[in-house]
């Protein structure tokens, strides 16, 4: 489903975010990714999502592989991806149900199903009865199960999270991540960047470990 080989990444001025990385993530499969901060982490995912794109090396998702990808691809590609965010990134003019209706409409979907799809995706965080409410009066608990919502209403094949519970106390953490276990339980291959070592252990799921920029562990 997500396959890096030697995938390396040098920014502007010569910083090597990440250097000669190879892995494979098997559809259906939950992986975390973990390192230190700065360790290269978000820069995986972005290339992933091809919000930045590699330097040297091949990156290929499901069958595809994305150095030929053009900019008229780029959406399309997207729209197999979910992707939950540390700070949510919600929208605080908007409703609950239009946040999570946004990337719908983006992609044209029709509005009657577009509605359903939202109350499903509300209903499986467990958060139907806020839809009309505005996300700036929801715990942080809450609007990061409305990002999480958002994330998959589309039904992605590959959800993505970048420390997705940094914010969160140990209880909101175990919370999100049973979640993530019961998309990954319907075939969601999950990726979560995290550097809480003591929640990835607990989890007991392989674990790719950076370390400037280098994958120096796979367990």
Do not use: W
């Not at 982490?41 to 053009?70: C, N, Q």
């Not at 550097?195 to 120096?216: A, E, F, Q």
Request: hydrophobic content about 40%; overall charge positive.
């Amino acid at each position: 489903m997500i396959k890096f080989e030697q995938v390396s990444k040098e920014y502007q001025g010569g910083y090597q975010a990440i250097q000669d990385v190879s892995f494979a993530i098997s559809p259906g499969e939950m992986v975390f990714l973990t390192g230190h901060s700065g360790a290269g982490k978000s820069t995986v995912l972005k290339l992933i999502m091809l919000m930045e794109r590699a330097s040297s090396g091949s990156i290929a998702v499901g069958d595809k592989k994305l150095s030929p990808m053009g900019s008229r691809d780029i959406p399309f590609h997207r729209r197999q991806i979910g992707v939950v965010f540390q700070n949510h990134q919600l929208l605080f003019d908007r409703s609950v149900f239009d946040n999570i209706a946004l990337p719908l409409r983006i992609c044209g979907y029709d509005a009657v199903d577009a509605a359903r799809r939202v109350r499903a995706a509300l209903d499986k965080v467990g958060l139907l009865n806020r839809e009309k409410l505005n996300p700036r009066v929801l715990s942080a608990g809450e609007q990061q199960r409305i990002g999480i919502a958002r994330a998959i209403v589309h039904k992605p094949k590959i959800l993505l999270a970048d420390e997705p519970t940094g914010n969160l106390d140990p209880q909101l953490s175990a919370e999100v991540m049973t979640l993530f276990q019961q998309f990954n339980r319907i075939g969601t291959t999950v990726l979560v960047a995290s550097h809480d070592l003591s929640l990835i252990r607990r989890m007991n799921c392989r674990t790719l470990t950076l370390n400037n920029g280098r994958l120096v562990d796979d367990v």
